[in-house]
DNA sequence: CGCGGTCAAGTGGCT
DNA sequence: AGCCACTTGACCGCG
């Protein structure tokens, strides 16, 4: 089991998503940018392996522009070897990584504009991963979609789009999560049947909306659609409810009892845990002090 | 130099 | 009909 959290730190006094506006691109900033964010990722990295968080998601900012036409600068040339150094450093400490493409990644879109710039979204993500040298148990995680009315014909789009249109090397990263509004663990499980991808599990999100599976047993159903040796174990997005607040919204902190209950609840079951809660490494860190506690963690 | 409006992109639920 | 949230606020113009 590793145990991570996703894109910032908040005790480092560095971002690896600066970014700036369409309207003040030039290739010189792009260039100084990027050289800024990759810096501040190889601190975050360290910061990382200092305190046991061994699973990390990289940022979908770390290139501003990647896919956009106003950027045709040779990124991956000119940062190469930057790159392969990050995932020498990566591979070196055992660290398992990924990306979430963000909410403009809709490869169900009946839009075909909105189609290719997911493609090339992915494209780009899997590029960084490449670049760094890392197989494809690094994996960029996304969503199964709209839901336009009718999921089952949606995810047949998507599948469509899977098969014949997504490049071999995003195919064999893509894992897609179960969301907290259209696509439930069920819904993805069937995705799965129609393209093989990985189930990536959200536990927040299977509370918001789900087929009656008890906790424990959903873990272990999107654990059996990972391969173990072409996708690794199991990876899975950890929150909690915010009390009060709306329905889905990640609580600030992480509360340590529940954190608790849960890892108590799928003892035996290997995962990596990304914990999508708000003050980032510092619930990261209580989280790996509890499944030290309970022998989860060495 | 701090504040607040705005920023490439999609979708659906809430008010 | 418009706002908000989403894996993450950061940037920039203005006062």
Request: hydrophobic share 40%.
């Amino acid at each position: 089991m590793k145990i991570g959290y996703p894109c910032i730190n908040q005790s480092l006094d560095c971002s690896s998503s600066r970014t700036f506006r369409l309207a003040s691109y030039t290739e010189e900033r792009l260039i100084e940018l990027v050289e800024q964010n990759l810096a501040c990722l190889r601190r975050i990295l360290e910061y990382n392996v200092e305190h046991d968080m061994l699973f990390f998601r990289l940022t979908s900012g770390l290139i501003p522009f990647a896919s956009h036409p106003v950027n045709t600068y040779n990124w991956q040339e000119h940062f190469t070897m930057t790159f392969r150094r990050l995932g020498d450093y990566i591979k070196k400490h055992n660290m398992r990584i990924s990306m979430h493409p963000d909410q403009f990644v809709v490869l169900n879109s009946p839009n075909e504009q909105t189609v290719q710039n997911s493609i090339a979204e992915l494209v780009y993500q899997g590029t960084i991963l490449d670049l760094m040298g890392l197989d494809t148990t690094a994996k960029l995680q996304i969503h199964g979609g709209g839901a336009y009315g009718d999921k089952a014909t949606a995810l047949g789009r998507f599948a469509g789009v899977y098969h014949n249109q997504l490049p071999d090397a995003v195919k064999a990263r893509l894992c897609v999560e179960n969301d907290d509004r259209t696509y439930s663990l069920q819904d993805c499980l069937y995705l799965h049947q129609l393209t093989g991808v990985p189930i990536i599990f959200d536990n927040l999100h299977h509370e918001c909306i789900n087929n009656g599976e008890p906790m424990r047993e959903a873990v272990e159903m999107a654990a059996q659609t990972w391969h173990p040796e072409h996708d690794g174990i199991l990876m899975m997005d950890y929150s909690a409810q915010a009390l009060g607040e709306r329905k889905g919204k990640h609580v600030q902190s992480i509360p340590e009892q529940l954190f608790h209950d849960f890892l108590a609840e799928t003892e035996g079951l290997d995962m990596d845990i990304m914990l999508e809660i708000k003050d980032k490494e510092a619930s990261a860190l209580k989280a790996v002090e509890v499944a030290k506690s309970l022998g989860r963690l060495k």
